[in-house]
């Protein structure tokens, strides 16, 4: 099975600030990688797919990179909203896995 | 308007069994696979099971292999899962959630959830 590795797990900012999450996988994953945000008692949304490509409608302050096991996601400017849980996933092969999440908070 | 609707969840004891449904509607569901995902209280996702967009092929997390089933009727639009045999590690908030395909697979409409408790 393919492990995800998200770091860090918990992170502290302001907003304005720009923070990068980054997600690792056990072995290459070409660009299978997705990443989702989770509020409190809701479903995840998706924010980026194929490791960069933004989802419609997400705000261009979210972008991704990265390619075969390392990939970032980054917010470029914190705003209140965006403080939520965040998890990368990989569709390369089965079973489908998810990082175990980095949770952002406010400072 | 795509909209995910997950209903049957509850509460039941160990050993016991469920089924989950998730009501499509707002787009042509036969052209998408399906997918469960879980989440236990307080932790992380976790991927469950998928299944292609006729049926014919499924796919699990080994944890739930022999006791849960995928399934889901085109002509009503609705996605299953069958769980037999629950145990307490079962217990989670159950999403269905679309898969769609651009380059990659990705999941990008999520149903608000059905929580299932497996306790005595």
């Known amino acids: 099975d393919i492990q995800l590795t998200q770091s860090p797990s918990f992170l502290s900012a302001s907003v304005g600030d720009r923070v990068t999450i980054t997600c690792r996988a056990s072995q290459d994953i070409s660009s299978y990688l997705a990443w989702y945000q989770q509020k409190p008692g809701k479903a995840p949304k998706l924010l980026i797919y194929?490791?960069?490509t933004l989802q419609s409608g997400v705000p261009s302050r979210f972008s991704g990179s990265g390619s075969g096991t390392e990939f970032t996601l980054t917010i470029s400017t914190l705003q209140p909203e965006d403080f939520a849980t965040y998890y990368c996933?990989?569709?390369?092969?089965?079973?489908?896995?998810f990082g175990q999440g980095t949770r952002l908070e406010i400072k | 308007e795509v909209q995910l609707v997950e209903s049957g969840g509850g509460l039941v004891q160990p050993g016991g069994s469920l089924r989950l449904s998730c009501a499509a509607s707002?787009?042509?569901?036969?052209?998408?696979?399906m997918s469960w995902v879980r989440q236990a209280p307080g932790k992380g996702l976790e991927w469950v099971a998928n299944?292609?967009?006729?049926?014919?092929?499924?796919y699990y997390v080994d944890s739930v292999k022999g006791r849960f089933t995928i399934s889901r009727d085109n002509a009503k639009n609705s996605l299953y899962l069958q769980m037999n045999s629950l145990r307490a590690e079962d217990t989670a908030v159950y999403y269905c959630a679309r898969v769609a395909w651009i380059q990659i697979w990705f999941y990008d409409y999520w149903g608000q959830g059905t929580l299932v408790t497996v306790s005595s």
């Open positions: 194929a490791a960069s």
């Open positions: 299944i292609k967009e006729d049926g014919s092929e499924k």
């Open positions: 996933q990989q569709l390369n092969n089965y079973p489908i896995t």
């Open positions: 707002g787009f042509t569901f036969s052209s998408y696979r």
